[in-house]
């Protein structure tokens, strides 16, 4: 009786050590798991002191999501106050201005910074309204030239309207009132 309690106790511990054995696989499983995520995560930022010229300069280069062309850094409407203060946290936090300025991008789209952050905008914004002004400086070289070339011809009588076969009455009388006052 007593050998056989003493292999029902056994295979009790065996059963006990392999569910331990298993739940502590899983948990190791778990951490293997949840490691990247949380080393993945950007790290924690502590915070500096700010001042408001800090803010201004960084609030310089975005722009007001109500007012136009107003840099946030001059506008005091509340949604600028807001945002003044969320640059401000993000510059306590430690970020850069360019980190920032990225950030508002992303969230608020290109009308945020005032100058286009994709190299295709920034190719259109230079390239298009240069190639504008020489195609219009070229057009107006060529009617120079044009130009300057005809002034020094004289019309031939072809091209001249034939003045004295105008039998016209009011012009007739224009000439004559003309020379009577001259």
Request: with cysteine; hydrophobic share 40%; proline share 6%.
């Amino acid at each position: 009786m007593f050998g056989k309690m003493k292999g029902n106790r056994r295979r009790r511990d065996i059963l006990i050590w392999v569910g331990v054995a298993y739940y502590l696989g899983a948990l190791i499983g778990i951490s293997a798991l949840i490691a990247p995520v949380a080393s993945a995560q950007e790290p924690t930022r502590t915070l500096r002191p700010v001042t408001q010229s800090d803010v201004n300069a960084a609030a310089q280069n975005l722009y007001c999501p109500v007012c136009e062309n107003l840099p946030l850094a001059v506008c005091y409407t509340d949604a600028c106050e807001e945002w003044k203060q969320q640059v401000k946290q993000m510059l306590e936090q430690g970020y850069s201005i360019e980190e920032i300025q990225a950030y508002f991008v992303q969230r608020f789209g290109q009308k945020t910074v005032g100058t286009p952050t994709t190299p295709t905008a920034t190719l259109l914004t230079i390239v298009l309204p240069l190639g504008l002004i020489a195609l219009i400086g070229v057009g107006i070289a060529v009617t120079l030239v044009r130009w300057r070339s005809n002034v020094g011809t004289t019309p031939s009588s072809d091209t001249l309207p034939d003045t004295k076969a105008d039998n016209d009455p009011y012009r007739e009388r224009l000439e004559a009132d003309l020379k009577d006052n001259a």
